[in-house]
């Protein structure tokens, strides 16, 4: 499965970049288990990633929750809570 | 129903003119505008810079309008963001909205900003004397959105 991740305000700044193309292994198949995959590529990663800090997961533009599917061709954004207004 | 998010600064006079006259059925606009303080956390702000998930923003903002025009009787709604580096005294967000009568109009812009605050992909980042930071989320945000909710 292949999908586009984005990558907004600090945790771009983080990771040092806005978007990647990935091909997903068999076992990501939800935001909680990308999560968990994301987590794993190092420490950086894995301080964002790991469940402590809050991130919010949009699909296709729609704020979903950390169960939500992922599907070919989707894509995926991680954010820090909103501060507009 | 109009959303705008843009880098340049808005006429607020001009907007609410086109809002008011755009029906003579309209007896009541109600606005508001957020802008940029000098002052965060007692830290002196020198600049504001917004970003934002272009795409998802205007998404994020058209539902807030919808959900609005579901819950109360209004003829127009408007919301203008501004992105990219802001100074103090800017404007940052104008929300705007048409109705016969004034208290629908003053629900529905309170019920768009809390939303708003909540839910549109925007982040602020602030540049302090000690050097910039993101602003973080406020539980209070949070509390005055969630008083909306309909069991």
Redesign the interface.
């Known amino acids: 499965m292949n999908i586009k991740i ?1 990558y ?3 945790i771009k700044e983080s990771v040092n970049y806005s978007t990647e193309d990935i091909v997903l292994p068999a076992d990501v198949s939800n935001i909680n288990t990308l999560k968990n995959y994301l987590a794993g590529r190092g420490e950086v990663w894995a301080d964002l990633f790991n469940g402590k800090q ?1 991130i919010r997961a ?1 699909i296709n ?3 979903v929750d950390d169960m939500m599917a992922i599907n070919d061709g989707d894509e995926v ?1 991680f ?7 | 129903m109009t959303v705008q998010v843009q880098t340049a600064d808005f006429d607020v006079a001009a907007e609410l003119a086109a809002m008011r006259t755009a029906s003579a059925d309209i007896g009541a606009v109600v606005s508001f505008i957020g802008q940029v303080r000098d002052i965060n956390d007692g830290d002196a702000v020198s600049t504001l810079t917004l970003e934002h998930y272009p795409g998802m923003t205007e998404r994020a903002l058209e539902q807030i309008e919808q959900e609005a025009k579901s819950r109360w009787n209004i003829s127009g709604s408007l919301i203008i963001h501004r992105v990219g580096m802001l100074q103090p005294l800017e404007q940052i967000v104008l929300v705007a909205v048409a109705s016969a009568h004034r208290g629908e109009a003053f629900k529905a812009c309170e019920f768009i900003m809390d939303y708003l605050k909540t839910q549109a992909p925007f982040w602020k980042k602030e540049s302090t004397p000690d050097g910039e930071r993101w602003v973080e989320a406020k539980i209070s945000d949070d509390e005055a959105q969630s008083r909306w909710k309909q069991s």
């Open positions: 984005l907004f305000a600090r809050t949009a533009h729609e704020l954004a954010f820090p809570p909103v501060t507009g207004g």
